[in-house]
């Protein structure tokens, strides 16, 4: 498997015309359990999880990992955003012959949705993955049936390479490369 080099983290806060990206804070935890809990949110993505569970699981500080980026809006937690992790070589869906591509995930809470703040927060995470990572490309896979998923990965230039089924569902799996930068907006 290809390893991405290593990187400073947290990187300083990435800002761009109405959010900022940046490392967790104790603050962020009541949003990190509702990203996980909801349901609309954790629609396509095996289901909301229980709340007490993630009362109890959830650390005082969540998502203190490389690669993942707390979405801000006035200083408010609105999403995530990860991006170092790598594609499992046994899922389905890799552009590389030995996997483990780096791979974009994130999530909104549904009052931030439709707001351009996903599109807007995703291209300056890929363009930050430009700089420290050039020519390294990014996949994306998501369901089809997950239209605001499927639009975005339009809007932010990944483009197909197949579609599989997985977890009882059809799956689009895109790349998206660093020649240009993402413009959002």
């Known amino acids: 498997m290809t390893e991405l080099r290593p990187v400073a983290w947290p990187p300083a806060p990435i800002r761009t015309e109405r959010l900022v ?10 949003a990190f359990i509702e990203l996980f809990a909801s349901p609309e949110v ?15 699981a959830v650390p005082e500080v969540p998502g203190r990992r490389p690669g993942l980026f707390v979405i801000a809006l006035d200083g408010a937690m609105i999403g995530t955003i990860t991006l170092l992790d790598r ?12 996997a483990g591509e780096a791979e974009l995930g994130y999530m909104f809470l549904p009052e931030a949705w439709g707001c351009g703040y996903a599109a807007e927060a995703c291209a300056a995470a890929l363009n930050w993955f430009a700089d420290v990572f050039p020519g ?3 996949v994306l896979c998501t369901q089809t049936a997950n239209n605001r ?21 059809e799956q689009w799996f895109g790349v998206w490369s660093s020649v240009s930068p993402v413009t959002c907006g």
Do not use: C, N, Q
């Open 21 to 30: 990206l940046r490392e967790s804070e104790a603050r962020d935890r009541a």
């Open 87 to 98: 594609r499992d070589a046994e899922r389905p869906g890799h552009i590389r012959p030995e």
């Open 136 to 138: 390294e490309p990014v």
């Open 42 to 56: 954790r629609t396509y993505l095996g289901g909301p999880r229980p709340r007490d569970e993630l009362e109890r």
């Open 149 to 169: 998923s499927m639009s975005l990965a339009a809007k932010l230039g990944f483009t197909e390479v197949e579609r599989f089924d997985e977890w009882d569902a």
